[in-house]
């Protein structure tokens, strides 16, 4: 468990220092960004990485572990204080990112919507910006996946939630994977039917050119930075099995 492998306190404590750190996390993480930077490689540091991992400690929901007052707040903010002041003037440290893959429920039921997680990621920039206003802060975000199930939202859609989820944060930071794209022309290669390759991109486009063009515009026009963080395909492109 992370009280475990990072603290040696009997419970989860709210506020991370050193005293209640295990030894050997905190040399882990020094020889982690030790051996980065004697590579001559930044690291995107990204804490808190899953959804469940700080609200599972403190048995919050995801609903309601971002809102303020929660646990799971209190220590993700005070976990972001001491890796910042740690590794604020380390030669490795490039910038930081809250989470991996959140997702939202706009329904606030089974996790946080689009407002409530982006004023928590806010909230987070904010105590990494008290340390140093240096520190540019992001969060790894997936964009929905480029498939022929209707059910997935619009491109305006996703823009808009986007929008909302890093309106507190320095840049975006979005991983893109497909499950079966829908290419007009390309249903030999792509192994997907006639009838189902004519099938509107639940999206609103066809390929991920024209999905990467609506996220550089939408940062451009936000004045924001657009990193990818992660992308793929299925297994050479050649294949729709969901087994890949």
């Known amino acids: 468990s992370m009280l475990t492998r990072m603290h040696n306190t009997a419970t989860v404590p709210l506020t991370v220092s050193d005293a209640n750190l295990r030894p050997s996390f905190i040399a882990a993480c020094d020889t982690a960004m030790n051996s980065i930077g004697e590579y001559g490689l930044f690291c995107h540091a990204n804490i808190v990485w899953g959804q ?59 996790a946080p919507n689009a407002a409530q997680l982006g004023e928590f990621f806010s909230a987070v920039a904010l105590s990494a910006k008290r340390v140093s206003k240096k520190i540019l802060v992001t969060a790894d975000i997936s964009s929905p996946a480029i498939s022929l199930v209707r059910t997935k939202p619009t491109i305006e859609q996703t823009i808009d939630k986007f929008r909302t989820l890093f309106a507190g944060l320095d840049f975006y930071c979005l991983h893109i994977y497909n499950e079966d794209y829908s290419f007009t022309g390309h249903c030999a290669a792509e192994s997907v039917g006639v009838a189902n390759n004519a099938i509107y991109s639940p999206l609103g486009y066809e390929g991920v050119e024209s999905l990467m063009q609506a996220y550089s515009d939408m940062a451009k026009a936000d004045s924001k930075m657009l990193i990818i963080g992660e992308f793929g395909v299925n297994e050479d492109n050649e294949s729709s099995d969901p087994a890949n």
Not at 55 to 75: C, D, H, I, N
Not at 86 to 110: M, Q, W
């Open 52 to 110: 469940n991992t700080v609200s599972g400690m403190f048995s919050e929901s995801q609903a309601a572990s971002v809102l303020p007052g929660s646990k799971t707040r209190e220590y993700t903010i005070s976990f972001c204080e001491w890796f910042c002041n740690r590794y604020k003037n380390h030669p490795a440290f490039l910038h930081l990112s809250i989470g991996n893959e959140y997702v939202t429920d706009e329904t606030a039921t089974t």
